[in-house]
């Protein structure tokens, strides 16, 4: 008796644990539903009017971020907190978007395991970014390809059609004209758009945490110089994902090279003629009407390797003006500088230097911005968290850590909310970071 007594015991202190992890992760998920339902209704999609980003009728100027690396440290509980840090950080900075990838094909913590076949467990981890995003009132871009092979890229799906016996080439730029290729990518941008959140119940395409899709990391095509490969597989998924989502704004997340259709003085602009080759051509492939804005990219040591500081500072005045005039003048669409980054390997380096190059894109687009121009925000490339050195790609950087960026950050902060709700209520409303 005394042993079916200790039996019982042991059974009922046993499910009263249960039933508090469960009636505990249930509140959790109740408060977090809550805490999204009140978001929501106070918060609006962004929207364009014109060269502008509006948001609940006033000018909605970018500050923001790169941290590629959220869904991946996601996932694990022990990684998880590096979420909420960088969040915490860049809220505090007023950092207001984020970029980062909605992808991860084939690889360690895959999104997509295989055509069509996905990690609950890694979609999961997906959720927790866009609820905790939503949660510091930050909003994101979501990448959903990567032309590069990190975290599969378009190589894995020319190698998953490759190995099904369906592929047309082994081509990597395959993935732009193979109709099992584009079947695949079809298939998983329909699984992304419609994902219903575990956190907040609701669907992707319906939150407006997310600021906008980006159809590709850096694509290019040099398969095609013509460009007309790389032009119509713009056109066919942009068109795809407006039929299933019209919430949200979408750009194609190019880095800005003039290609064969732009005019001579632009294709005088690119850091060089082997630039123009690549397949992409920054005003025709954004002037599509399912493209919203249009994306450049600034990396100065990387395409100008045998420049000194001097013309390095000469081409970005250039490259970031021309860009910002092209969104004015041509497309009539804002424009974002969604990475910019000046590597510590760069020849010469020094931190000044890196200071000097973002304060000259933070001035161009304050200036830009004053005027209502095209010129709408910018992304450092990128921000990390203590004890993530595995991820510190010689631009990477704690915010902290470097007391004069983690200021130019603050200040940049400040001057586009001044912008947008005037000198006395946007150093209100952003007080501790214009102090």
Not at 120 to 143: K, M, T
Request: net charge negative.
């Amino acid at each position: 008796m005394a042993v079916s007594n200790g039996f019982f015991y042991h059974i009922l202190a046993f499910t009263s644990c249960v039933a508090f992890i469960y009636f505990s992760f249930r509140d959790f998920k109740d408060d977090f539903k809550s805490h999204f339902l009140d978001y929501k209704t106070q918060v609006r999609f962004v929207e364009i009017n014109g060269t502008q980003f509006v948001l609940d009728g006033k000018p909605f100027y970018v500050n923001g971020w790169n941290s590629y690396w959220l869904m991946d440290q996601a996932v694990d509980e022990s990684t998880r907190p590096r979420v909420n840090a960088i969040f915490r950080t860049g809220a505090q900075m007023g950092l207001t978007v984020c970029r980062t990838w909605a992808f991860n094909d084939g690889t360690y913590n895959a999104l997509q395991i295989s055509p069509g076949l996905f990690d609950e467990r890694v979609f999961q981890a997906l959720d927790r970014v866009i609820a905790e995003a939503g949660r510091h009132g930050i909003r994101l871009i979501l990448s959903l390809a990567n032309n590069l092979d990190a975290y599969g890229g378009k190589s894995q799906y020319v190698k998953w059609a490759w190995e099904e016996g369906v592929g047309l080439s082994s081509s990597n730029d395959s993935f732009f004209f193979d109709p099992s290729i584009k079947r695949y990518f079809k298939s998983y941008l329909k699984t992304v758009l419609t994902r219903r959140n575990h956190i907040s119940g609701v669907q992707y395409k319906d939150d407006p945490t997310i600021f906008a899709w980006e159809l590709m990391n850096e694509p290019r095509c040099t398969e095609d110089s013509s460009g007309r490969t790389l032009q119509n597989w713009i056109e066919e998924m942009s068109k795809y994902i407006k039929s299933i989502d019209q919430n949200h704004l979408l750009t194609v997340g190019l880095e800005g090279f003039y290609g064969p259709k732009s005019p001579p003085e632009k294709l005088n602009i690119n850091p060089g003629e082997w630039y123009g080759m690549l397949g992409a051509d920054f005003i025709r492939n954004n002037k599509i009407p399912t493209i919203d804005f249009a994306s450049v990219h600034v990396y100065p040591d990387s395409w100008l390797v045998l420049a000194d500081i001097t013309e390095k500072e000469n081409f970005v005045s250039k490259w970031v003006k021309s860009h910002i005039e092209d969104g004015d003048n041509i497309l009539k669409k804002p424009v974002l500088f969604t990475e910019f980054g000046l590597s510590s390997n760069a020849n010469g380096f020094d931190h000044s230097h890196r200071l000097l190059f973002y304060k000259s894109i933070f001035d161009t687009i304050y200036e830009s911005a004053k005027k209502n121009g095209a010129g709408s925000g910018a992304f450092v490339w990128q921000l990390i968290v203590e004890g993530m050195e595995v991820f510190h790609d010689s631009f990477a950087f704690i915010p902290e850590s470097i007391p004069s960026l983690h200021s130019l950050l603050k200040e940049q902060s400040c001057r586009l909310a001044t912008l947008r709700y005037g000198s006395n209520l946007g150093r209100q409303i952003f007080k501790n970071v214009c102090e």
